[in-house]
């Protein structure tokens, strides 16, 4: 029998990047952030959705106006006048407000009104020469399938003064072919700038994904499981979800109350009608799975457990105490992936209370589930499945995730039995800096697969920096590393933990 492979790797997102434009982008600090891990001996590097994001939605990568397109904001300034799509005076132009605050957190407004001008200037530099340009053609037949409704919901958007789909005029909220076909003869130009835009993503990200791949280092992409309802694929497939009449979700997905929340959490997004995804034989799943393991090597699958089944809440409700358990056919939708790919790298997000279905349906298709170790030291041990003894090798074991206050920060707030119990287990007493290295230790000694820290946790930051705070609508996914935090010497400890442990 082959025995696991045992690796290690980062989680950050592009958006934390350092960089000169007022946010992480695909050009020179991820290649050397890659070059950075390599070096380090770490093969994985994980980050979050690469979906648009919206400043009206928070800015989360969870949210957003599309399922398939990248976020544009994350196009490189330099890596375009490198290829020439824009002048260097182009790419300096408006970047004067961006100098004084390289270190601050993310101003989004301020960035997407940068790109905005500057991908135009990219789009009036080469609009009359893509009739010829093959790699854009080809590009633009192989996402033909979300693209070009991506591309109309985007221009109609704008149309309406950025209003949701549902209140637009009748012919286009619902999709009539005459009304369509006028628009797309109308707006040409405007419907291939989004295009364009979507190009200069995708190129600069496959540009990187074959860096990342000739330096060892695999990519780890996030998929959320719900979309968001003000969005292309609910607009173009209303018929997968749960709408009424007038398009209104009549259910909306969320989890129950819980020991963290007495009314639970009411999400939002509309609910799968997993019916009509059967009738089609999951081929919007199959064409999602397959445009995201185009873009990483693993992909992670955020909510699991809804697969097996899910917390269905009435529209109308206001918290998500009312909601119920419906079935998901889990079983059926990953039984046609394992058909459609001779693989399924894929990681399942089963944090959280697990059931006997949620536990069958990853063991059946081989999927490692997730165990975070800032969960490990509460509660009964025996119990939970967090603490280092109690892991699992086909699993991907973090010292926190995106959600989590860093490490540092976690432990300094915990309370005094967890903060006693993690001592206990580890022999002596911690210091609130030294808790980052305690647990980045633990997790390259579990027997887990694959280990995985935030970057935050390599650094020994504090609540500073912060990625998201769950529930809390603003000032979420705006941390940015600064440049002298790629320094390498950073990283000799990781590199010399990756070689002690075998990953």
């Known amino acids: 029998m ?3 492979v045992r690796a290690s790797g980062i989680l950050l997102h592009i958006t934390s990047l350092p960089s000169a434009f007022g946010i992480g982008d695909l050009g020179p600090a991820a290649r050397a952030f890659a070059r950075l891990l390599a070096g380090a001996g770490q093969t994985v590097w994980q980050f979050l959705p ?11 990568p969870y949210s957003s106006p599309s399922a398939f397109a990248g976020n544009t904001l994350l196009v490189s300034p330099e890596r375009m006048a490198e290829e020439g799509f824009v002048s260097w005076a182009d790419v300096d132009a408006g970047t004067e407000q961006f100098r004084d605050v ?4 993310i101003r989004f407004e301020a960035v997407e ?11 009036e530099r080469n609009r009359h020469q893509l009739g010829m340009d093959t790699a854009y053609l080809r590009f633009c037949r192989g996402n033909a399938h979300w693209l070009d409704d991506y591309a109309r919901f985007t221009v109609l ?22 009304a369509l076909t006028l628009l797309d003869a109308q707006e040409v130009a405007a419907l291939d700038h989004v295009r364009f835009c979507q190009y200069l993503f995708f190129r600069q990200w496959y540009d990187l994904r074959a860096a990342c791949t000739d330096l060892g280092v695999r990519l780890v992409g996030d998929v959320p499981i719900y979309v968001t309802h003000d969005s292309a694929d609910v607009w173009a497939n209303p018929g997968y979800f749960r709408l009424d009449e007038d398009f ?13 929340s007495a009314t639970g959490q009411r999400w939002g997004n509309p609910v799968y009608d997993w019916d009509a995804l059967r009738r089609d034989g999951f081929g919007w799943w199959v064409r999602r799975v397959a445009h995201n393991l185009r873009m990483a090597d693993i992909v992670r699958l955020d909510h699991f457990r809804g697969f097996a089944g899910y917390w269905e809440i009435p529209a109308e409700e206001e918290t998500a105490i009312n909601g119920r358990w419906v079935d998901a056919p889990g079983m059926e939708l990953f039984g046609t992936l394992a058909r459609r790919f001779t693989a399924l790298p894929l990681i399942a997000e089963d944090l959280g209370v697990i059931t006997a279905d949620v536990r069958e349906l990853k063991a059946t298709f081989g999927l490692p589930g997730m165990k975070v170790l800032q969960f490990g030291f509460g509660g009964d041990p025996a119990d939970n499945p967090d603490v280092p003894f109690r892991h699992e090798a086909r699993s991907v074991v973090y010292t926190g995730t995106h959600d989590n206050a860093p490490t540092r920060a976690w432990f300094e707030a915990a309370p005094a039995h967890e903060r006693a119990r993690v001592e206990e287990y580890v022999g002596h007493a911690i210091a609130p800096h030294e808790a980052p290295g305690v647990l980045l230790r633990l997790a390259m000694g579990s027997v887990a697969e694959l280990a995985v ?17 769950p529930s809390v609508a603003a000032g979420n996914w705006a941390w940015r590393m600064t440049p002298e935090q790629m320094d390498a010497g950073l990283y000799a400890e990781l590199g010399r933990l990756t070689r002690l442990f075998g990953r």
């Open 2 to 4: 082959t025995r696991p």
């Open 50 to 60: 690469l979906a648009p994001t919206s400043t009206f939605i928070g800015n989360s």
């Open 102 to 105: 390289s270190h601050d957190p």
């Open 113 to 123: 009104a940068h790109r905005r001008i500057l991908l135009r200037a990219a789009w």
């Open 157 to 178: 958007k704008e149309r309406f003064g950025g209003a949701a789909w549902t209140t637009w005029d009748e012919p286009f909220a619902r999709r009539h072919p005459d």
């Open 248 to 260: 209104a979700p009549t259910h909306v997905a969320g989890v129950p109350p819980d020991y963290f």
């Open 453 to 469: 820290a935030p970057v935050q946790d390599v650094l020994g930051l504090g609540a500073e920096a912060r990625m998201n705070t």
